[in-house]
C-alpha cells in the first residue's frame, strides 16, 4: 500500500525567502506525481504534475523535482509572498488515476 | 484544465438524514473521482465514478452509504447516506485529464448535528 509523508506539517517563513517542501513515498512504482495548493475551507488547486519519466517540472516561481527511484519529490518555492500562504499537498498517482495524498505542509509567509 | 462545480457549497444535516452532493464539469470526462477530507487529514478517495455502470469503491467505502451516480460524462452525485457526525467532512470530486493530471472542484463542507 501506497503511503506518501510530507516533511514539515507546517513552516513559517518572512516574505521573499525560497524554501523546499519535501515528499516521499514508499512505492516507486509511480505514474505521476502532482503537486496541489489548498486554501482554507477550498478546493485543490493544481500546481505541477511530474510524470514518472521526468525529473522536474517548472512554473513561474514553482520548480519540482522527482526522484522515483529513491522515493522523493521536492517542491521549491523561490522569493516567497504572503500569497503562497496554503497547505501544499503532494499526492501520487498510481493505475487507473488513483491518487494517494500526503498529509501537507502548512505554510505561512510573513510580510 | 476543467472548470468543475459542486453543489451545495456547505450544508448542516441533522444525524441520520441523507445529502446529495452534486458535481458538474464544463466538458466531457472519461474519469470521475469522489474523494473526503475529514478534519484535519488529508484527502482519501472514496470511489471511482464509472459512466454507465457502478461506482468502484476504495476499502473502507460501500456503496449503501455512498451511492454514486454518473448518468453522463460530465455530471455525477455523491449520496451521504444517514449521516452521523463522523461524516462531517470536506467532500470533494475530480475528474482525470489526459497525462493523468486531476483537476479538484470547490468542495462541499458538511457538518452533521
Known amino acids: 500500500k501506497q503511503e506518501v509523508t510530507q516533511i514539515p506539517a507546517a513552516l513559517s517563513v518572512p516574505e521573499g525567502e525560497n524554501l523546499v517542501l519535501n515528499c516521499s513515498f514508499t512505492?516507486?512504482?509511480?505514474?505521476?506525481l502532482q503537486w496541489f495548493r489548498q486554501d482554507p475551507g477550498k478546493g485543490l488547486t493544481s500546481l505541477l504534475l511530474?510524470?514518472?519519466?521526468?525529473r522536474e517540472q517548472t512554473s513561474g516561481r514553482l520548480n519540482a523535482s522527482l526522484d522515483k527511484s529513491s522515493g522523493r519529490s521536492t517542491l521549491y518555492i523561490a522569493a516567497s509572498q504572503p500569497g503562497d500562504s496554503a497547505t501544499y499537498l503532494c499526492?501520487?498517482?498510481?493505475?487507473?488515476?488513483?491518487?494517494?495524498f500526503g498529509k501537507g505542509t502548512l505554510l505561512t509567509v510573513n510580510p | 484544465s476543467a472548470v468543475i462545480s459542486q453543489k451545495p457549497s456547505r450544508d448542516i444535516c441533522q444525524r441520520g438524514t441523507s445529502l446529495t452532493i452534486q458535481c458538474q464539469v464544463d466538458?466531457?470526462?472519461?474519469?470521475m473521482f469522489w474523494y473526503r477530507q475529514q478534519p484535519g487529514q488529508s484527502l482519501t478517495l472514496i470511489a471511482t465514478?464509472?459512466?454507465?455502470?457502478?461506482?468502484?469503491?476504495e476499502s473502507g467505502f460501500v456503496i449503501d452509504k455512498f451511492p454514486i451516480s454518473r448518468p453522463n460524462l460530465t455530471f455525477s452525485t455523491l449520496t451521504v447516506s444517514n449521516m452521523s457526525p463522523e461524516d462531517s467532512s470536506i467532500y470533494l470530486c475530480?475528474?482525470?485529464?489526459?497525462?493523468?493530471?486531476?483537476?479538484f472542484g470547490p468542495g462541499t463542507r458538511l457538518t452533521v448535528t
Open positions: 475530480s475528474v482525470g485529464s489526459r497525462g493523468y493530471e486531476q483537476y
Open positions: 512505492d516507486s512504482a509511480i505514474y505521476n
Open positions: 511530474i510524470q514518472s519519466s521526468q
Open positions: 499526492a501520487v498517482g498510481g493505475s487507473n488515476y488513483k491518487l494517494t
Open positions: 466538458s466531457q470526462v472519461t474519469m
Open positions: 465514478a464509472n459512466q454507465g455502470s457502478e461506482a468502484t469503491y
